[in-house]
């Protein structure tokens, strides 16, 4: 199936600082979406983009959907230790055209020290 | 408080076993889905259903199967568990018009 290419796998930052992921893939999609697992727990939505040059925020976070429209973005600004855990980038790539089945990045593990 | 609930959240069974992970949502959603997370992180769909009676395999060979007689339940069975069957695995669910799933907490499964 169409991969999403996640990066970085893993980055380990002070608290206070600001954080940037990125996904990218060799197919286009139409929508995008961010999610962040907490040890032990299911994934959880945070943001989602469905236009072309599209920037939305939710509270410390900033997620940019890409003008090629194969990547995006997820800034977190101003890290505390509660974000701690699993980002994935995910979407329908276009040629599922029911758009019901995700593909899913690898996965960044975001460890913020005190 | 969820709307998908996963039973048990932990599991620790003997090689051979039988065994059901059991997937339910209030939700009224007809899609829902089975994913096998290893500690490598990645999401690897096993199996899928788009409402009672339907079911696919995912993109990850499984030697699970799965049912959907009911809109709101969605088990997933492994008919003799073996060491390699231990994972998390992460049931979701989603709304017809929306593109994001919810998941629910997850089973831990561990197979010695």
């Known amino acids: 199936g169409q991969q999403l290419n996640q990066s970085p796998q893993s980055m380990f930052i002070q608290e206070g600082e600001d954080v940037s992921m990125n996904c990218t893939s060799s197919s286009i999609f139409n929508t995008w979406l961010w999610y962040k697992q907490d040890p032990g727990e299911g994934p959880v939505l945070l943001i989602a983009l469905y236009k072309a040059g599209e920037l939305t925020s939710n509270g410390r976070l900033t997620a940019q959907f890409g003008i090629t429209r194969k990547d995006s973005f997820l800034n977190i600004s101003a890290s505390i230790p509660s974000d701690v855990g699993i980002y994935f980038c995910a979407g329908p790539p276009i040629w599922e055209t029911s758009g019901s089945r995700l593909t899913f990045g690898e996965g960044t593990q975001l460890t913020v020290n005190p | 408080e969820a709307d998908i609930y996963q039973t048990p959240r932990y599991l620790v069974i003997g090689t051979g076993k039988k065994i059901t992970l059991e997937c339910s949502q209030t939700?009224?959603?007809?899609?829902m889905y089975w994913y096998q997370q290893d500690p490598g992180m990645e999401l690897h769909l096993i199996h899928y259903s788009y409402g009672v009676n339907s079911t696919e395999k995912g993109d990850l060979s499984s030697e699970s199967t799965v049912s959907r007689i009911r809109t709101e339940h969605f088990p997933l069975t492994l008919e003799s568990a073996r060491p390699s069957h231990t994972s998390q695995y992460l049931c979701?669910?989603?709304?017809?018009?929306?593109?994001?799933?919810?998941f629910g907490s997850g089973t831990r499964l561990t197979v010695v």
């Open positions: 939700m009224g959603h007809d899609k």
């Open positions: 979701a669910s989603r709304a017809d018009r929306a593109y994001g799933y919810t």
